[in-house]
């Protein structure tokens, strides 16, 4: 068997269908590698494909009308992207960029669509996954209408550490590494305002701050920021 099938198996979408359709699966799956900093699809572009992270971290974003980034959200290992082309036979709406070496699977819009009319359940994971994006989305859009940099800030790390955090011994640690720059684009401000933000988070011993993860110490003062 396939070990692109084991790999299969651990995606929520098509966790449910037997080793034969699986395979069936499997054989549409084209895999291809990027590198570090490499462009998956760019917003605006025909969109062909649906893709699916099986090693490393994709950003997907896009760029406001003054040039600036605003990053949507981060792909993790398992789950799928760009799935909103496969209803609407549009353009990408966003671009992604691998952020980290990936190892990535893409199907064909017009074999993913035969898949999903003959296991109509996948039809219903996608409306899923398209509805927790939705919300998400909804979400940022309410913080940067509603909350000032530090709320957002606060509001943007309380909801990455729900989604990923991982406990360890100095508190919940957010391990995707992210940048200064990466959470600046995320809550839309500028590099310089986001690293005041921590450095007050910091001093009030709400986290720390490595290279690579942060780490909320203080759940409850961090909430305060609220």
């Known amino acids: ?11 929520k979408l098509f966790c449910y269908l037997d ?3 699986l395979s069936e699966v499997d054989r549409l799956i084209m895999e291809r590698n990027y590198q570090k900093g490499r462009i998956i699809f760019v917003e605006g572009e025909p969109g062909e494909a649906v893709y699916f992270l099986r090693e490393g971290r994709v950003k997907i974003s896009k760029q406001s009308d003054d040039g600036r980034e605003q990053i949507l959200h981060f792909i993790h290992p398992g789950e799928m992207f760009a799935e909103v082309v496969l209803f609407d036979g549009g353009d990408y709406p966003a671009t992604a ?5 990936s190892r990535i699977g893409l199907i064909k819009n017009l074999e993913m669509e035969r898949i999903t009319m003959d296991n109509p359940g996948i039809a219903l994971g996608i409306l899923k996954i398209m509805s927790r994006r939705l919300r998400m989305a909804q979400k940022q859009i309410n913080d940067l209408a509603l909350m000032d940099t530090s709320r957002r800030m606060a509001s943007t790390l309380l909801f990455l550490a729900a989604e990923q955090g991982t406990s360890c011994e100095r508190g919940l640690a957010i391990d995707i590494s992210l940048t200064n720059q990466d959470l600046a684009s995320m809550i839309g401000t500028s590099r310089e305002t986001a690293n005041r933000i921590l450095s ?10 490595d290279r690579k993860q942060i780490i909320i110490t203080d759940m409850k003062r961090l909430k305060s920021w609220l």
């Open 200 to 209: 007050d988070m910091r001093r009030q011993k709400a986290l720390e701050v």
């Open 1 to 11: 068997m396939s070990d692109y099938i084991e790999y299969l198996k651990k995606i």
């Open 19 to 21: 080793d034969q359709q």
């Open 97 to 101: 960029e691998a952020v980290e070496d």
